[in-house]
Antibody, heavy 117, light 109 residues
Framework: QVQLVQSGAEVKKPEASVKVSCKAS????????IHWVRQAPGQGLEWMGR????????NYAQKFQGWVTMTRDTSISTAYMELSRLRSNDTAVYYC??????????WGQGTLVTVSS | EIVLTQSPGTLSLSPGERATLSCRAS???????LAWYQQKPGQAPRLLIY???SRATGIPDRFSGSGSGTDFTLTISRLEPEDFAVYFC??????????FGQGTRLEIK
């Protein structure tokens, strides 16, 4: 069955970077975009961007341009999201998701990133 | 950029009642790419409805979706205790590729 398994919770200091991984299984990794979505405590869902695992091409939300980097390693079916220059309001749960606009919709379990001095 | 506006922000109902949640797009969109998600505390969002009206795998038939153009609705015919959660609408395939509404919190009255 399709699974997206994310790396564990992180605690980072302001101005640091964080890199979250998302390991896919149960399907051909290069066949579907991986999207990254974040959710601040008590807030809604915010799309950050996506990566095409086949080509490595990325599309980032305008807000995150120059600040987020999405990469992948096809040899281990894993996508990565790195966010730099962290601030306290980047404290959130970060999700990877395979969203296709139809029923083939899968999400990782989420990774809590806490930014605190 | 298309904006999705959900209403109400919070809906207070009792088990057994009918819930009607609204999602309005800032411009006309294809219903093929309008979805609804349910999210419970500490969990990832779960797909309920895709294509505006198709239920995802395993979703009970008390959940139904409808609408077209700019106005979409999620209806829960008879609320069960496990239905009290936050609901998001989502638009796929535009620019940006994914847009979410701000959510409706469905709480027990």
């Amino acid at each position: 069955q399709v699974q997206l398994v994310q790396s564990g919770a992180e605690v980072k200091k302001p101005e640091a970077s964080v890199k979250v991984s998302c390991k896919a299984s149960g399907y051909t990794f290069t066949d579907y975009y991986i999207h990254w979505v974040r959710q601040a405590p008590g807030q809604g869902l915010e799309w950050m961007g996506r990566i095409n695992p086949n080509s490595g091409d990325t599309n980032y939300a305008q807000k995150f341009q120059g600040w987020v980097t999405m990469t992948r390693d096809t040899s281990i079916s894993t996508a990565y999201m790195e966010l730099s220059r962290l601030r306290s309001n980047d404290t959130a749960v970060y999700y990877c998701a395979r969203v296709t606009g139809d029923y083939r919709d899968y999400w990782g379990q989420g990774t809590l990133v806490t930014v605190s001095s | 950029e298309i904006v999705l506006t959900q209403s109400p922000g919070t809906l207070s109902l009792s088990p057994g009642e009918r819930a009607t949640l609204s999602c309005r797009a800032s411009q006309s969109v294809s219903s093929s790419y309008l979805a609804w998600y349910q999210q419970k505390p500490g969990q990832a969002p779960r797909l309920l409805i895709y294509g505006a009206s198709s239920r995802a795998t395993g979703i009970p038939d008390r959940f139904s979706g409808s609408g077209s153009g700019t106005d979409f609705t999620l209806t829960i015919s008879r609320l069960e205790p496990e239905d009290f959660a936050v609901y998001f609408c989502q638009l796929y395939g535009y620019s940006p590729p994914i847009t979410f509404g701000q959510g409706t919190r469905l709480e027990i009255k």
